[in-house]
């Protein structure tokens, strides 16, 4: 597809090396469109933060990235492999093009140094030549951009609040207009008002400044409200991938069935609250078939011995309520032996 601005290919990613490696990321494949919020989810350890990591290659050691490739289509440019780029090219992506805010990020803010200090530091390491006043300019713009007033820019990080905190890091993602922000649980540390406040705002960034967003969290109801896709991961793989509507709607996975089950309906008829019995997959001991079956209330014979593939399911294969032109048929996708997928190659 020509709308794509990241590809994740076959990724792979472990921990360790030799006989002591654990697979932590399978065989991913992800493609995230321009402009979108796709949103990334499922339960602590399901290998989110290791895919965030491993595409921007800032996996810290033991983590080596085995295979696969992540393609960044630059704007009217073609397409390069960031697993492939040199250190310049990286250092450019990082910043330029992508920006991240990782998990726990609000407590990353530097506490000796004024606010003003902190995001006048991040424009300048990456256009020296401008003047201070420029940067302080552009400073304060950025934090209005957050919804947080230029008075703010004096201050230290412990005289904000922790959504304030949050939305100075968001802000300073942004300094550099990037295509692409990457957020892992940036939010989780806030109580449930602040999240969404700062999530409602962050998709009215991206649409006035039209970057696109992969957003990861445990909490899938975030996700179903604010995210244009979701994926869902399980045990280092992706088992599920659907318009967020879709997902909600009619979700294929029994894995997503118990993920949306576990919080309660945004609307509509009350749902039974029934969770997910049992815990996520030891990466050390990983189930043979499907990673869920041990967990599922559908495992069949066949779950236990063979991994099912992701694919379109054959009942699936039309989304067209989903009103996004970009958006191919094949965008819905599940691994699970529930929904055998077409045998045509995808
Ligand atoms: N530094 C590490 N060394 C070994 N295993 C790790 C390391 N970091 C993460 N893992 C393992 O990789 C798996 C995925 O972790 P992670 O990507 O943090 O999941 P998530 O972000 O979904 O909670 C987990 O089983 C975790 O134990
Ligand atoms: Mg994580």
């Known amino acids: 597809m020509t709308d794509a601005v990241l590809e994740i290919r076959g990724l792979n990613v472990d921990y360790g090396l030799g006989e002591d490696a654990v697979h932590a990321i399978r065989d991913v494949d992800l493609t995230l469109h321009r402009g979108e919020v796709l949103g990334l989810a499922g339960e602590s350890g399901s290998g989110k933060s290791t895919l965030a990591y491993g595409l921007t290659r800032l996996l810290p050691p033991p983590g080596v990235i085995t295979g696969g490739e992540v393609l960044y289509h630059p704007d009217g440019g073609d397409p390069v492999d960031v697993l492939r780029m040199d250190h310049a090219a990286l250092r450019r992506f990082r910043w330029a093009e992508?920006?991240?805010?990782?998990?726990?990020?609000?407590?990353?803010?530097?506490?000796?140094?004024?606010?003003?200090?902190?995001?006048?530091?991040?424009?300048?390491?990456?256009?020296?030549?401008?003047?201070?006043?420029?940067?302080?300019?552009?400073?304060?713009?950025?934090?209005?951009l957050v919804g947080i007033s230029a008075d703010r820019l004096e201050s230290y990080p412990h005289q904000?609040?922790?959504?304030?905190?949050?939305?100075?890091?968001?802000?300073?993602?942004?300094?550099?207009?990037?295509?692409v922000v990457i957020m892992d649980e940036p939010t989780t540390a806030l109580d449930v008002v602040v999240q969404r406040q700062i999530l409602r705002q962050l998709v009215e960034l991206r649409e006035r400044l039209g970057f696109s967003v992969v957003f990861i969290t445990h909490d899938l109801s975030l996700l179903v409200e604010f995210s244009d896709r979701i994926a869902i991961m399980y045990g280092g793989r992706i088992v599920e991938e659907a318009a967020s509507a879709d997902l909600y709607r009619d979700p294929l996975h029994p894995y997503s069935h118990g993920l949306l089950n576990s919080f309660p309906a945004l609307r509509g008829p009350k749902r039974e609250l029934t969770g997910i019995p049992g815990s996520p997959p030891d990466l050390r001991g990983m189930p043979s078939g499907c990673a869920f079956h041990p967990r599922c209330p559908?495992?069949?014979?066949?779950?236990?011995?063979e991994v099912p593939v992701l694919g379109v399911p054959p009942d699936k294969s039309t989304t067209a309520h989903v009103a996004v032109d970009q958006r191919s048929p094949a965008d819905r996708t599940v691994a699970c032996w529930l929904h055998p997928v077409h045998d045509d190659g995808f």
């Open 160 to 179: 904000l609040s922790g959504g304030m905190r949050q939305r100075v890091m968001i802000g300073m993602a942004l300094a550099l207009e990037p295509k």
């Open 98 to 144: 992508t920006a991240i805010v990782f998990q726990g990020a609000m407590n990353s803010l530097n506490p000796v140094h004024r606010i003003s200090t902190q995001l006048t530091d991040v424009i300048k390491a990456h256009d020296p030549r401008g003047t201070s006043a420029a940067r302080l300019a552009r400073a304060r713009e950025l934090l209005h």
């Open 298 to 305: 559908h495992a069949m014979e066949r779950c236990g011995v």
